[in-house]
């Protein structure tokens, strides 16, 4: 089973819907992060949590917002989704140890109509 | 100036090619600094973490300099399964800043 894991892999919904895209880890790392990668823009940052209590804005945290339900879980959320947040979205993990290295899951492809 | 700039490729390679990848950086207060892979359409892996020394992992060798605020990553005896986009990262106080990516392309 992947260390990190991200539901759904695939999504395509309408505009003006409420989305929620889930990412679980089994490696006991503290900190979470959630990118959005556009073709030639590269990895962006969205939001950021170093522990349960703690939640962080990134680059590009309008339009979004994030729930650290425990250690193990974040979800990404897009309250009224918008047709340019159609993007590959990845959810990382690190420990304080490794903070250098993030572990991904394998993305989620998400359209918006 | 952008947090971490790319050429952004693509670079067209035979296979046995040398290649090399530049990246500048913007902050200089920047801690730490790597090469990720990254697959068409596939999560980033590391790659390797790139020293001011220098630093080498087989056919692969990182460079930092950090007076001119420069990072290269040179490829030797190109395989074809080194193709792949090459990201530069860089991490500041708390998270990490990933480039754009260079797209590399070995041919038989």
């Known amino acids: 089973d992947a260390d990190v894991t991200q539901t759904p892999r695939n999504r395509i919904t309408k505009t003006g819907k409420r989305i929620m895209l889930e990412c679980s880890q089994t490696k006991g790392h503290d900190r979470m992060y959630w990118y959005r990668q556009d073709p030639g823009l590269g990895l962006r940052l969205i939001y950021y949590s170093f522990d349960v209590k703690d939640i962080n804005k990134g680059e590009i945290s309008d339009g979004y917002s994030v729930s650290r339900q425990a250690q193990a879980k974040f979800s990404l959320s897009l309250e009224s989704a918008i047709p340019n947040q159609t993007a590959l979205y990845f959810c990382?993990?690190?420990?304080?140890?490794?903070?250098?290295?993030?572990?991904f899951g394998s993305g989620t492809q998400l359209s918006v109509l | 100036r952008k947090e971490v700039e790319q050429d952004p490729g693509p670079f067209n390679v035979p296979e046995g090619a040398t290649v090399a990848f530049n990246c500048t950086y913007s902050?200089?207060?920047?801690?730490?600094f790597f090469w990720y892979r990254q697959d068409c359409r596939k999560e980033p892996k590391l790659l390797m973490s790139v020293y001011s020394s220098g630093n080498e992992d087989g056919r692969f060798t990182a460079q930092l300099n950090r007076a001119s605020q420069y990072i290269s990553l040179l490829i030797r005896d190109s395989k074809l399964s080194d193709s792949a986009t090459y990201l530069c990262?860089?991490?500041?106080?708390?998270?990490?800043?990933f480039g754009k990516g260079t797209m590399l392309l070995v041919s038989p």
């Open positions: 990382a993990t690190s420990d304080e140890s490794q903070r250098k290295k993030l572990f």
């Open positions: 902050n200089s207060a920047s801690q730490s």
């Open positions: 990262v860089v991490r500041g106080y708390s998270t990490l800043t």
